[in-house]
C-alpha cells in the first residue's frame, strides 16, 4: 500500500491547462504533487473528500504590489482566502527592492509602504528576507524602474544620463542574477514619465541574456494607448524579450468602446513579439492621486490623504464642493493621497477578460486603509460572477487564466499545472458557491467557497481561515 501525506479524494480535476475537468484523487507527496488517479489502496496522514469539489492548481496573481507585506505580514490573508498561492511582485515600475531612501519614498513608490518599511538595498537582502519570513504565499519578484531611478537619480523628472543608466543597469543585472524575474516600468507615472523610449530600452538589453521579461505599466492607458502598445512591443523588440502589458484597460469615458481596437493590435503586435497582459475583474481602478488624471466625468474617491486624512471615503467633487475649489485644486491639496478611480466600461472589462492572452493580476494595494475591493475578491470574483453567472468562459478556461497561462509567461516553473513532479500549489472550491464578498463600501470581506489551500504541500487555508502552517518561499526566474 503506497502512504503520502496528502490525499485529496474524488475532486473534478481543473489542471490549468484549459482541458476539460474529470474526477481523480490526487496524492502529494514531500511538498509536490505524487499521482493523480483513483487511489483507493492508497493511505495518508491527511486526507480531504473532495467529491463534488473542483482542485485546481494554487492561483498565481500576475500583477501585486505585495513586495513588502509579504514580508511584514506573512499571513497574507488577503490572497490566501481566495486560493492565491504566488503573487508576482514589483509590478508598475516600483519594487521594495532594490531601493535606497534618502527621505520619504517618492510617487508611486509610497503606495508599498513608509520609509521604514524599505531595509533592503540590494535584491539579495530581499531574498534573504522574504525567505526568514516564510510567507504563507510564493513570492517571485520583477525590479522596478522607478525603485532604480530612485536609487541613482536626485531628480526623477527628468531622463537619466549615460552614467545613471550604467549604475542603474548594473543594479538591474545583479537582481536578475539572485533571481528577478525582469524589468517593470510606470511611465505613466510623474517619476517615471520623462524617462524617454531610449533610457528604458538601454536597460532592457541586460534582460536578454537571462531570458528575463519586460512588463509594463504602460506611458497611456487613455487617449494614447494605441501608441504607448507600440512602445511597450518596441522595447521588447529592441531587447528581443517577451513583453507583458500590465492591468490592460481603456480609461476615461472618451476611450470607452475601444477595447475591440485595442486586442486588435494586441494580436498584430503577437505575432512579432510574446505578448501577453492581465487584467483585473473590475470597471474601476485605484492608484495614487494624480491631479492630471482629474476626469470631472468620471466618480473618484478617496482612499487615504497624508494631509487631510479626514476626507478618506469621500468622493473628490464632494471634497471640491465641501472646500469651494475646482477638484484639480481639491486634488493637489489633498496629496499624497489615493484614490478610486472608476473610469472603465463594464463591456471593455468583459471583452478584455475573455481575450486568451489575458492573465489575471489583482493589481490590489495591501496598505491602503480602504482598498480597492480588488485586493480580497479577484479570483473568486473571476469564477463567481464572471465564469458561473455570465459564462463569460467556462471554468477551465478561468482557472487557465489565473494558472497554467500566467506560469508559462512568467517562467514559474513546476506550478500552474496539475500533473506529478509539479509542486503542489493547491486550491479546492465550490464552483456553486464561490463569490467575491469585497465590496468598494465593505473591502475586506474574505471571499465564499474557497474550501481549502496548500502550498507547497502544506494545508494553509481550511475551514475560512488560515490554519497557521505557511510554506512560501522566493521563486527564482528559471533560469537563475
Given amino acids: 500500500m503506497n502512504t503520502f501525506d496528502t490525499i485529496i479524494r474524488g475532486a473534478r480535476i481543473v489542471d490549468g491547462t484549459g482541458a476539460e475537468p474529470y474526477v481523480a484523487d490526487l496524492c502529494v507527496w514531500d511538498g509536490k504533487i505524487a499521482a493523480i488517479e483513483a487511489c483507493a489502496d492508497a493511505s495518508a496522514s491527511e486526507e480531504i473528500q473532495a467529491h463534488g469539489l473542483f482542485l485546481a492548481p494554487g492561483f498565481i496573481d500576475a500583477h501585486t504590489h505585495d513586495d513588502l ?91 537619466a544620463t549615460a552614467v545613471e543608466i550604467a549604475g542603474m543597469k548594473k543594479e538591474l543585472t545583479d537582481a536578475l542574477r539572485a533571481g528577478a524575474i525582469g524589468l517593470s516600468t510606470g511611465l505613466a507615472y510623474r517619476n517615471a514619465h520623462c524617462a524617454p523610449t531610449s533610457e528604458v530600452e538601454a536597460l532592457a538589453t541586460a534582460l536578454e541574456d537571462v531570458g528575463g521579461l519586460y512588463v509594463s505599466h504602460i506611458r497611456s492607458e487613455d487617449d494614447e494607448i494605441l501608441e504607448a502598445l507600440d512602445e511597450a512591443v518596441g522595447i521588447g523588440q529592441s531587447a528581443n524579450v517577451d513583453v507583458v502589458i500590465s492591468h490592460l484597460k481603456c480609461a476615461g ?84 493621497a489615493g484614490a478610486i478611480y472608476h473610469e472603465m466600461l463594464e463591456s471593455d472589462v468583459q471583452r478584455i477578460l475573455a481575450h486568451p492572452a489575458t492573465m489575471i493580476g489583482s493589481d490590489g494595494l495591501p496598505n491602503d486603509p480602504r482598498p480597492h475591493p480588488r485586493l480580497w475578491g479577484t479570483f473568486a470574483r473571476v469564477l463567481g460572477h464572471y465564469s458561473r453567472e455570465l459564462n463569460l468562459f467556462s471554468i477551465q478556461e478561468a482557472v487557465r487564466k489565473m494558472t497554467g497561462l500566467t506560469a508559462q509567461r512568467f517562467g514559474l516553473e513546476g506550478r500552474g499545472e496539475l500533473k506529478p513532479g509539479n509542486f503542489a500549489d493547491l486550491v479546492l472550491f465550490d464552483a456553486h458557491r464561490i463569490e467575491d464578498r469585497a465590496t468598494f463600501e465593505a473591502p475586506t470581506r474574505a471571499a465564499r467557497g474557497i474550501e481549502a489551500v496548500w502550498v507547497n504541500g502544506t494545508l494553509s487555508w481550511r475551514e475560512n481561515a488560515t490554519t497557521g502552517r505557511r510554506a512560501g518561499r522566493f521563486i527564482a526566474r528559471r533560469s537563475s
Fill in 69 to 159: 507585506h509579504v514580508i511584514n505580514h506573512p499571513a497574507m490573508v488577503p490572497k490566501l482566502s481566495q486560493g492565491v498561492t504566488t503573487v508576482v511582485v514589483g509590478n508598475c515600475g516600483i519594487s521594495g527592492s532594490p531601493l535606497r531612501l534618502s527621505g520619504e519614498p517618492p510617487d508611486p513608490i509610497n503606495l508599498l509602504g513608509d520609509t521604514p518599511d524599505f531595509q533592503y538595498p540590494s535584491f539579495t537582502d530581499y531574498v534573504d528576507a522574504v525567505n526568514r519570513a516564510m510567507p504563507a504565499v510564493n513570492v517571485a519578484a520583477l525590479v522596478g524602474h522607478t525603485s532604480l531611478r530612485s536609487n541613482h537619480m536626485s531628480d526623477l523628472r527628468r531622463a
Fill in 253 to 336: 469615458r472618451r476611450n470607452w468602446r475601444r477595447s475591440g481596437e485595442v486586442l486588435e493590435r494586441i494580436g498584430s503586435l503577437q505575432a512579432a513579439r510574446g505578448l501577453g497582459c492581465d487584467c483585473y475583474p473590475y470597471a474601476a481602478s485605484s492608484t495614487t492621486l494624480d491631479p492630471n488624471l482629474v476626469d470631472e466625468a468620471i466618480e473618484i474617491r478617496i482612499t487615504w490623504s497624508t494631509a487631510s486624512p479626514e476626507m478618506a471615503g469621500r468622493t473628490l467633487a464632494e471634497i471640491a464642493d465641501l472646500w469651494n475649489v475646482p477638484q484639480v485644486e481639491a486634488a493637489r491639496r489633498l496629496e499624497p
